[in-house]
């Protein structure tokens, strides 16, 4: 057996889009503004609890740019994971990124691999033997370049992949049930 078949493997998975209910402005999606506005969609607490029961970390990995913007509190945010936290209790972790995106790159902010990285690096996660869940292009990309498996959320936004990703999905819980089939039994 080797080094790296003794490391976890997980699923990261994006937030606004793909766990809770994202506002859809000119064909873009847009984070909740409040605690009160953040919603799950249906099934998501059922689903992140079949990820775990099939072994796996479960990593949040989020953009959270109108920190960066000025536009959203810290504190909101906080709120906004400590409410997700109290929902899907079998969150491992969760990764924030809270540059703005308006200069130099951050190796954090997705498309960057970097949350994920630092998320596998502190729990010990075989990337190769990972996944990520995501409804935007970023993810995709994010995905690609840690070197994990990928399922696109597909909501219809009015933007491109700039990659192809492994999988394609209508929902958070059709991305489950892809992921569960598709993930030899260890």
Same mark, same amino acid.
């Given at each position: 057996?080797?080094?790296?078949?003794?490391?976890?493997?997980?699923?990261?998975?994006?937030?606004?889009?793909?766990?809770?209910?994202?506002?859809?402005?000119?064909?873009?999606?847009?984070?909740?503004?409040?605690?009160?506005?953040?919603?799950?969609?249906?099934?998501?607490?059922?689903?992140?609890?079949?990820?775990? *029961?099939?072994?796996?970390?479960?990593?949040?990995?989020?953009?959270?740019? @109108?920190? &960066? =913007?000025?536009?959203?509190? +810290? %504190? !909101?945010?906080?709120?906004?994971?400590?409410?997700?936290?109290?929902?899907?209790?079998?969150?491992?972790?969760?990764?924030?990124?809270?540059?703005?995106?308006?200069?130099?790159?951050?190796?954090?902010?997705?498309?960057?691999?970097?949350?994920?990285?630092?998320?596998?690096?502190?729990?010990?996660?075989?990337? *190769?033997?990972?996944?990520?869940?995501?409804?935007?292009?970023?993810?995709? @990309?994010? &995905? =690609?370049?840690?070197?994990? +498996? %990928? !399922?696109?959320?597909?909501?219809?936004?009015?933007?491109?992949?700039?990659?192809?990703?492994?999988?394609?999905?209508?929902?958070?819980?059709?991305?489950?049930?892809?992921?569960?089939?598709?993930?030899?039994?260890?």
């Amino acid at each position: 057996m080797g080094v790296d078949s003794l490391k976890k493997r997980a699923v990261f998975v994006d937030r606004d889009g793909t766990l809770n209910v994202q506002a859809i402005r000119d064909g873009k999606p847009f984070s909740p503004d409040t605690v009160d506005e953040f919603e799950l969609f249906p099934g998501v607490p059922e689903a992140c609890s079949r990820i775990k *029961a099939a072994g796996f970390e479960l990593v949040v990995a989020t953009n959270q740019p @109108d920190v &960066g =913007r000025g536009r959203v509190s +810290r %504190t !909101v945010v906080e709120a906004m994971h400590a409410e997700l936290l109290s929902l899907i209790p079998e969150i491992d972790r969760i990764e924030v990124c809270y540059d703005p995106g308006l200069g130099e790159p951050s190796r954090r902010r997705k498309p960057e691999p970097g949350m994920l990285l630092d998320a596998a690096a502190a729990l010990d996660i075989d990337l *190769a033997r990972s996944w990520m869940i995501g409804d935007r292009w970023r993810d995709v @990309d994010c &995905g =690609r370049r840690a070197g994990v +498996r %990928t !399922v696109f959320i597909d909501f219809g936004y009015a933007e491109k992949l700039d990659v192809a990703p492994d999988f394609t999905a209508r929902s958070f819980v059709e991305a489950v049930a892809i992921v569960l089939q598709n993930t030899s039994i260890e």
